[in-house]
Each structure stands twice: as C-alpha cells, then as structure tokens.
C-alpha cells in the first residue's frame, strides 16, 4: 500500500540488497503493483548508482499506468512522489491472467488511467470503454487485452517524445493534481490512487467547463463512464485551503503556478497555470 512507499522501506530494500551481495551485474524484479514497481524501481536506479531493473505489473493500474515510463520513486509527508528518478526497466511484462487476482475495487481503479488516456489521446479509445464496460467489468479476454494494449500504447507514444516531462509528458497529470493532493490530505489511507484521479479528473472537467475551455457535454461525458464503470466522481469534504496548501508543493508547480491538465474536448487536453484559486475552491464545494 502507499503508505509504504517511503524513504525507510526503501532504505530496508537496500539493506537487502547489501546483504544478498547484489553487484552492478544484479537485477531487480518487481513482481506486485504500482506501490512495489516504483519501489523497485527507485532502489534499482540508485543502488550503485543503477542496476538492471525489470518490471512485472499485477494491477491494471500498475499494467496500464505506472509501470510504464520509468517514473520511479517514493513518497515524501508533505507531497506524493517528491522523491525519485527516471530510470527504465530493461522489460515490463503484462500478463493478464494476473488480473483475475485482484481484488473488484483494485481493477475499478485501474480503470480510472484507461478512461484518462481516452480524454487527453484518443476519443475513438475513449468510445471504446464506454460501450464495452460490461466486458471490462467481466473481464472478458479480449475487452481487455484491448484496454491493456491501448493503453500503453498511448503512454509509450508520448513517453517517447517525453522521457523526462519536459513538455507533452505533462498531460498525463489530467486529473492528477488534485488526485494527488487529495491522497496526501487523507493519508493514502481513505482512496486508492485510480479512485482519487477519478475524481480528480471530474474536477478537472468542471474547472475547463468553468473557463469556457469545453462544452458541458465533455464533463456530462467523462462523469458517466467513471460512474458506469463504478468509480467515485464526487469529491470528498476537504478545506479548500489544505487542498490549496498541498498544490503549493506538487511537483507540476512551475515558478509558483500550479499547472493543471484541462480538456478542451474527448481526446485533447491543454496544460494552463491560470486557474483561479477561487474557482478551485468553487469546484471542491460542489
């Protein structure tokens, strides 16, 4: 769970590691989800200064989202993720029958990155998921394998003009920056990560909606399938200024502007830094 995805449990992977006399020539293998990946993997990049590293995603988050990319690293108190490196695996293997492992609400919030790559890629994917949710949620071979592929196809795509986020990479935030923040507000504790992007994402739709970015029929949409699919789409009763406080420390902030990841339409989104904190706070009270 994330809230071992710190500094210490890092700190006892590379204990472990020193004692199993683990070289330059060694490999890590993270076998679990996006939790056990980003571990791994941070501990892989910064043993020996990097060892080889593969990854071997059980979650549909992990699969789809987190294991593709090279986004390794641990969580700080005061932010998620503050601590990290890019580092690639040498291979990401996505065996699917593993999914029938999981627990209903893990593959739920998986669901959450698959629709988010329909919004800011790709309407024909999106379109996709919203006529075959009852196959998803059964599970059905192809469906997902369908989900599966898409998806990192999709990440990958904007990966390899953006191994660094320097740039395109950033619109894989949609609905991230208030996901994170509310993750950190509750203590990883109350929503797992896909559940709070969910509604991050919602929040995200009615801010463009509130800035003349995108009609109402994008929000109506996005809203919808999430809640089809069975994932939350109301967010949950915080103080704004906590959620305003935690956006202050959130890796996307570019000289003191926190950078939202807004669509303009079922796949295209645009990156701004303009949103008014004010409208943040509107969008949290409804």
Do not use: W
């Not at 986004?71 to 490196?85: E, R, S």
């Not at 075959?132 to 059905?140: F, R």
């Not at 009609?215 to 109301?234: H, Q, S």
């Not at 915080?238 to 502007?257: A, F, T, Y």
Request: with cysteine.
């Amino acid at each position: 769970g994330e809230v071992y995805k710190s500094l210490a449990t890092a700190g006892e992977l590379y204990d472990a590691l020193v004692d199993f006399d683990m070289d330059r020539t060694s490999t890590v293998v993270a076998l679990g989800g996006g939790v056990i990946g980003d571990l791994a993997g941070f501990a892989a990049a910064t043993y020996m200064r990097g060892i080889h590293f593969v990854n071997i995603p059980t979650t549909l988050l992990a699969q789809v989202d987190s294991a593709i990319g090279g986004k390794t690293g641990v969580d700080h108190p005061k932010g998620k993720n503050l601590i990290g490196a890019f580092y690639q695996p040498r291979l990401v293997l996505c065996d699917l029958s593993l999914l029938s492992t999981l627990p209903a609400r893990e593959l739920l919030a998986g669901m959450a990155e698959v629709v988010k790559y329909g919004v800011i890629l790709d309407s024909g994917f999106f379109s996709f998921v919203e006529s075959h949710v009852q196959e998803i949620l059964k599970q059905e071979p192809d469906a997902m394998a369908e989900v599966v592929r898409s998806s990192c196809s999709a990440k990958a795509s904007i990966i390899e003009e953006d191994e660094r986020e320097s740039g395109r990479r950033a619109i894989l935030n949609f609905g991230h920056t208030l996901g994170h923040a509310m993750e950190s507000l509750t203590g990883y504790t109350r929503y797992i990560h896909g559940e709070a992007v969910s509604m991050g994402m919602v929040a995200a739709a009615r801010i463009s909606h509130a800035m003349k970015l995108c009609d109402e029929d994008v929000v109506v949409r996005i809203e919808k399938l999430l809640a089809m699919i069975g994932l939350p789409t109301v967010l949950p009763e915080l103080d704004p200024e906590e959620v305003i406080r935690i956006l202050s420390h959130d890796k996307k902030v570019r000289d003191g502007k926190v950078r939202f990841v807004l669509p303009e339409r079922i796949g295209k989104v645009m990156v701004r830094d303009d949103v008014d904190p004010n409208l943040i706070r509107r969008v949290l009270k409804t």
